[in-house]
């Protein structure tokens, strides 16, 4: 199970950190991704951090996002900074098991998410 929190209502240049907390797994064994969806788009991709604690971001997503992980905590973060209007969306945080090269995480159908917390920007 993995439980998303941490979003809210932040004007546009402000910062926000997601956690993702997860249980019923083994959190060291797992790559875990941030996602995201607003309302009539399809879902994005922000981020993966694989279990050797490599990172990857697509270059629409590179530098304003930074994840990170606890396995001490099973929890997984996402620090979002500069935020803009256009980054309001559903995020949701996913887990896997399977071990890839990072960018392939983009592309493959994950094996957990979370409930997704709501972040809104506003201008």
């Known amino acids: 199970q993995l439980q998303a929190s941490g979003g809210g209502l932040v004007q546009a240049g402000g910062s926000l950190r997601l956690s993702c907390a997860a249980s019923g797994l083994t959190f060291s064994s797992h790559a875990l991704g941030w996602f995201r969806q607003a309302p009539g788009k399809e879902r994005e991709f922000i981020s993966v951090i694989t279990r050797s604690d490599t990172t990857y971001y697509p270059d629409s997503m590179k530098g304003r996002f930074i994840i990170s992980r606890d396995n001490a905590k099973n929890t997984v973060y996402l620090q979002m900074n500069g935020l803009k209007p256009e980054d309001t969306a559903v995020y949701y945080c996913?887990?896997?098991?399977?071990?890839?090269?990072?960018?392939?995480?983009?592309?493959?159908?994950?094996?957990?998410w979370g409930q997704g917390t709501q972040v809104t920007v506003s201008s």
């Open positions: 996913a887990a896997d098991v399977r071990n890839y090269r990072p960018d392939i995480y983009s592309r493959i159908r994950w094996g957990y």
